[in-house]
């Protein structure tokens, strides 16, 4: 979809949660990735490696992290009712 200097923004609705790709078909240093999710409990992390996602209910959840380059890694936590779960994540392991 062509995105010339002016034109309002653009907004697709994505059928599925995944993570898809960007590429513009003009100029190849352009990219992006979208994550695509089916709930709100998502982060970014800083420069110092560390998220953190507030409200997860209580009980056996899965944490994920994705990295472009390293892919994708789970971790099953037990997030309690009350409190903090630290989940440490180190692609090689």
């Known amino acids: 979809v062509a995105m010339p200097v ?11 949660p995944g993570i898809y790709p960007v590429r513009c078909d003009a100029h190849p240093f352009m990219l992006a990735t979208v ?3 089916d709930h709100a409990f ?3 992390t800083g420069h110092d490696g ?7 209910p209580a009980g056996q959840r899965t944490v994920t992290v994705w990295h472009a ?3 994708t890694l ?3 936590v037990t ?8 989940v440490t994540f180190e692609y090689g392991e």
Request: aromatic share 0%; proline share 5%.
């Open 79 to 86: 997030v309690p009712a009350q409190g903090t779960v630290t």
């Open 42 to 44: 998502a982060a970014v």
């Open 35 to 37: 994550v695509g999710l």
């Open 74 to 76: 789970h971790r099953a």
């Open 50 to 56: 560390v998220a953190r996602i507030a409200g997860v």
């Open 69 to 71: 380059t390293l892919g």
């Open 6 to 16: 002016g034109i309002a923004p653009l907004a697709k609705m994505m059928k599925e």
